[in-house]
């Protein structure tokens, strides 16, 4: 059986999903955690020209990274006692702005939150204006240990 790699999270705060996500996407991504409440995460991530498409602008993927690495990082801080993970089986992305430098903010909210599923909603602004970046939502499964 192999370990849970939410073994590698002594705590569910921020400082902690920031260690846990160093040398992984979220760390590629420059993700810093600014609250885990299981009932609101909060994360900021500067728009680097590495996270922008050719043209300048920057790239959808990265909202959606942000966005699904928010509700994941939900998930975690939601599993019910003796679930073994998640993962992500649908996701939707409207794009309603973009930028071309700055920092982002993403905020992620449950909807639902299961035994077996999760529905999340995440939004991502610009920090400074407040203006909308994008709004998302996915659903996650609950995975068990085979018994």
């Excluded at 991504?29 to 900021?44: A, F, H, K, N, Q």
């Excluded at 500067?46 to 509700?71: Q, S």
């Excluded at 990082?73 to 930028?99: M, S």
Aim: charged share 15%; aromatic share 8%; hydrophobic share 45%.
């Amino acid at each position: 059986m192999h370990a849970s790699p939410y073994a590698r999270l002594p705590t569910l705060s921020p400082a902690a999903f920031d260690d846990f996500g160093a040398g992984h996407f979220p760390g590629l991504l420059g993700i810093e955690m600014v609250s885990t409440d299981p009932r609101r995460l909060r994360c900021r991530a500067i728009a680097r020209p590495e996270l922008l498409a050719p043209h300048g602008f920057l790239h959808g993927g990265t909202l959606v990274a942000v966005a699904d690495t928010m509700c994941g990082y939900g998930a975690i801080v939601n599993l019910p006692a003796g679930a073994a993970g998640f993962v992500t089986a649908e996701l939707k992305c409207n794009f309603l702005g973009t930028l071309r430098q700055g920092t982002l903010v993403c905020e992620a909210t449950p909807l639902h939150v299961g035994r077996t599923t999760q529905v999340w909603d995440a939004v991502v602004t610009e920090e400074t204006s407040g203006r909308r970046l994008a709004v998302f939502r996915c659903t996650q499964v609950v995975l068990w240990p085979d018994a």
